[in-house]
């Protein structure tokens, strides 16, 4: 008269087994989404794992060696050469370079307005005391 799921005692068989399955599931289900945001904050470099940075390592190490076209295709930066590399490097440093010197007029520039300026002021505080004695 009972189904095939019930034993002699009238208790069914299977709902111990199904409760543990639920519970375990829920738990690995929370820890696997823990250990998701940790390894997202890892990867900004919000927390630090201690094998996390290995593995990044890792992932450098082998990029040198995957074929550049690889490389593009997956991220779609582009590979630079060595040569171009360095050419960038120098363009780089020369512009700064040039930077650097304009910084430095714009700076000599700003001091002699600002003298100038402060010239201006004391001229227009002497004409006013010269304008009180004559008047």
């Known amino acids: ?3 095939d799921n019930d034993d002699a005692s009238g208790k069914r068989k299977g709902r111990k087994v199904w409760l543990f399955v639920k ?4 738990a690995l ?3 696997m989404f823990f250990l998701t945001v940790i390894l997202v904050l890892d990867a900004y470099k919000f927390v630090s ?3 996390a940075k290995f593995a990044r390592k890792k992932v450098l190490t082998t990029l040198q060696y995957m074929d550049p076209a690889l490389i593009e ?9 060595n040569e171009e590399f ?3 490097n120098s363009e780089l440093e020369e512009t700064r370079s040039k930077i650097r010197e304009m910084n430095g007029l714009v700076q000599q520039k700003y001091s002699l307005v600002l003298k100038a300026q402060m010239d201006l002021q004391n ?7 010269l304008k009180k004695v004559t008047a």
Do not use: P, Q, Y
């Open 23 to 26: 519970n375990a599931s829920m």
């Open 86 to 88: 360095e050419s960038l």
């Open 1 to 3: 008269m009972g189904s």
């Open 49 to 51: 794992i201690r094998h």
């Open 123 to 129: 001229m227009k505080s002497e004409i006013e005391e």
């Open 73 to 81: 295709a997956h991220t779609g930066m582009k590979v630079l050469t």
């Open 29 to 31: 289900t929370v820890f």
